[in-house]
Nanobody, 123 residues
Framework: QVQLRESGGGLVQTGGSLRLSCAAS????????MGWFRQAPGKERWFVAS???????TYADSAKGRFTISRDNRKNAVYLQMNNLKPEDTAVYYC?????????????????WGQGTQVTVSS
């Protein structure tokens, strides 16, 4: 059974940093792309960042220059380092594993999802 578990969310002030982690189990994830999405209250879930199986990365415009996605295949884990956080970054953040190793920016390209971790940025 494939499981993804996010951690590291919390409350932070504007300009602060958080590092989200996602631990995966039930599959060897080294050959699959991984991604982070977020969903703000009353809004759809949006792409944040993706990393493919050889660690190429891509980011949403809102995340470029502030967020960094990385992975540790030995630990079956993916991370999202978030710096210079803004109130508009407030959302539930989800990690997901893609259907193959390629960079993926659409929800339909992902197969398994975690339950999410709340990030709240106060002004």
């Amino acid at each position: 059974q494939v499981q993804l578990r996010e951690s590291g969310g919390g409350l932070v002030q504007t300009g602060g940093s958080l590092r989200l982690s996602c631990a995966a189990s039930g599959r060897t994830f080294s050959r699959y792309a991984m991604g982070w999405f977020r969903q703000a209250p009353g809004k759809e879930r949006w792409f944040v960042a993706s990393i493919n199986w050889i660690a190429d990365t891509t980011y949403a415009d809102s995340a470029k220059g502030r967020f960094t996605i990385s992975r540790d295949n030995r630990k079956n884990a993916v991370y999202l380092q978030m710096n210079n956080l803004k109130p508009e970054d407030t959302a539930v953040y989800y990690c997901a594993t893609a259907k193959d190793g390629r960079i993926a920016t659409l929800e339909k390209e992902y197969e398994y999802w975690g339950q999410g971790t709340q990030v709240t940025v106060s002004s």
